[in-house]
Structure formats: structure tokens, C-alpha cells
């Protein structure tokens, strides 16, 4: 299968962090069971060799959602779910992607301030 995409580790993220996981290094270890990786899938790190590519994946996934509203900063690394996100997670998503976040306009204002 392979590491999943930060968009398709979007759904999963926000879905720990809403039952609790408010650091991506508390939510790895499910999402390494959740997308069913190996040992050393889950241990391949980035080219830095400092931090491993599926907690990368995970803290762009939390970034993207973050930008859109759906999660903010209890404090540094530490994230709770807003009332958009739990509105998002009551509509039952198959899936979050770019697409989704597209919806929220302060999405689309940081990728717009971003691409300038």
C-alpha cells in the first residue's frame, strides 16, 4: 500500500484529534495501524533522518486543516477540534481532501496569500 498522502491522512487526523489525540506524535502509532503499515514503513524518515515520513504526512494533514478552521492550537503542537471541524465530522465524510478544505474561505485565503 504504501505511506498515504497528507490528503488522505486529513480524515483519519481529524478524527483523532477529535477524540482526544492532540499531537500528531500521540496519533501516529493509530495511524500506523489504521492504514495497516509495516514496522518499517513506519519507520522510514525523511531524507533529514529526523522525524519519519507518515508523522510528516500527518503534521501537513493537521497544517492544511489547520488553515482552513477545523483544528486550532491549544498551544505549540497541541491541537483541538473548532466547531467547523465537528461540523465537517458530524456530515459522516468519506474522506477530507483539498477539495474539502476548498469550502472554507479561510482555506482559500491562506492558499491565495501562499501561491502570492
Given amino acids: ?8 491522512l486529513m480524515l483519519p487526523v481529524l478524527r483523532l484529534i477529535a477524540a482526544g489525540h ?3 506524535p500521540e ?3 493509530s495511524l500506523v495501524t489504521n492504514f495497516g503499515l ?14 519519519s515520513l507518515i508523522a510528516n504526512r500527518a503534521h501537513w494533514a493537521r497544517h492544511y486543516m489547520s488553515q482552513a478552521g477545523l483544528v486550532v492550537a ?16 458530524d456530515t459522516d465524510p468519506s474522506t ?21
Avoid: C, H
Fill in 38 to 51: 509495516s514496522q518499517e514503513e513506519a519507520e522510514i524518515l525523511l531524507p533529514s533522518g529526523k522525524q
Fill in 22 to 24: 492532540a499531537t500528531i
Fill in 27 to 29: 496519533s501516529v502509532p
Fill in 1 to 8: 500500500m504504501g505511506i498515504p498522502t497528507y490528503q488522505e
Fill in 74 to 89: 491549544q498551544k505549540r503542537g497541541s491541537y483541538v477540534l473548532t466547531e467547523e471541524g465537528r461540523k465537517l465530522l
Fill in 96 to 116: 477530507i481532501n483539498n477539495s474539502t478544505l476548498n469550502q472554507f474561505s479561510a482555506f482559500r485565503d491562506w492558499r491565495d496569500r501562499s501561491a502570492s
